[in-house]
């Protein structure tokens, strides 16, 4: 079992950033990979980021390629997403998920095995 705990979300004005953590409990939990998720209220949840067990692939969905980035630290079993530029778009609780399937990429929720509680990121204008 793994689980996941989110931090660092809150309020912020457009064109700030924010960095979310989220910690892993669990021994095996730097063999898989990493995710982010996000869903805003009346919307369906999205794919946001995601990183390799190692951290050597990254992905992003396009709206938020180039401002937020993905990385990992497998000695503190720590995922961040650093977020810049921030948009009211980016509005959404976002969650950081784990996928058994450490060496590759899944964009799908259903393809993520484990689930934090979510932190509200919210982005004013």
């Known amino acids: 079992q793994v689980q996941l705990v989110e931090s660092g979300g809150g309020l912020v004005q457009a064109g700030g950033s924010l960095r979310l953590s989220c910690a892993a409990s669990g021994r095996t939990a730097s063999r898989y990979g990493m995710g982010w998720f996000r869903q805003a209220p009346g919307k369906e949840r999205e794919f946001v980021a995601a990183v390799t067990w190692n951290g050597g692939t990254t992905a992003y969905a396009d709206s938020v390629k180039g401002r937020f980035t993905i990385s990992r630290d497998n000695a503190k079993n720590t995922v961040y997403l650093q977020m810049n530029s921030l948009k009211p778009e980016d509005t959404a609780v976002y969650y950081c998920?784990?996928?058994?399937w450490g060496f590759g990429i899944h964009r799908k929720g259903s393809q993520h095995d484990y689930w934090g509680q979510g932190t509200q990121v919210t982005v004013s204008s």
């Open positions: 998920t784990a996928d058994v």
